[in-house]
């Protein structure tokens, strides 16, 4: 995942959505577009689909599903991959490069907040994401003990509203953050989309570092 994040300002994931997903109101298998702030593609991301009966568990169970999201380069090479397995608490997505674990993202236990732990292959926390709970749609973000940015989720125009759901993150980091964390943060953008905004209608989010 290196040319995605590497040496990237910001990679803008946005997710794709399927007419028959927008018109019936069934959700199909998530697919992304990443681009830089240029508006050039950086790569793809999709959650992989298994036929009738993936598409039932899907719509059934939500957030709550196992899911495997497939993570390809500008060339069209698989460079990673997010792996969810079934949990109907405590959300957690394992992030992979070929077999080699990169680390995972856990969502935490909270009254009030909605907060993930971004671990490392070892298990050892490197960042938090925690979303206030007088401001839902923010995410803020900790990393070494300092305020690294936020993660904000916002209303598209009316055309947006009227046609589509797709969401819309921008992930943005400073120069310190090392790559093997900002590849933790890429997928953790699927996981944030899946638990706290997947039903959420006419949206878009953007995710910033430094702000």
Not at 11 to 16: A, E, N
Not at 87 to 104: I, P
Request: neutral net charge; aromatic residues 12%; glycine residues 10%.
């Amino acid at each position: 995942m290196d040319s995605i994040v590497a040496g990237q300002e910001r990679v803008l994931v946005q997710q794709t959505k399927e007419w028959g997903e927008i018109l019936l109101g069934f959700e199909s298998k998530n697919r992304f577009e990443l681009r830089d702030e240029r508006g050039q593609r950086l790569g793809l991301a999709a959650e992989e689909a298994a036929g009738l009966g993936q598409w039932f568990l899907r719509n059934l169970l939500g957030a709550c599903r196992k899911a495997s999201i497939h993570i390809y380069d500008a060339a069209g090479q698989k460079v990673g991959r997010g792996e969810k397995p079934f949990r109907w608490f405590f959300h957690r997505m394992e992030v992979f490069e070929g077999d080699r674990l990169l680390g995972a993202v856990q969502r935490k236990w909270s009254w009030l907040h909605r907060i993930f732990a971004v671990e490392n292959a070892q298990g050892q926390e490197v960042m938090e994401l925690k979303s206030p709970f007088f401001h839902p749609w923010t995410f803020t973000l900790s990393f070494q003990g300092q305020e690294a940015g936020v993660i904000r989720k916002k209303w598209g125009g009316l055309l947006k509203e009227m046609f589509t759901d797709a969401d819309v993150f921008g992930l943005e980091m400073q120069p310190h953050v090392p790559v093997e964390v900002r590849k933790l943060l890429l997928v953790a953008t699927f996981l944030i989309d899946f638990t706290c905004f997947e039903n959420n209608q006419g949206s878009g989010s953007v995710m910033t570092f430094g702000e």
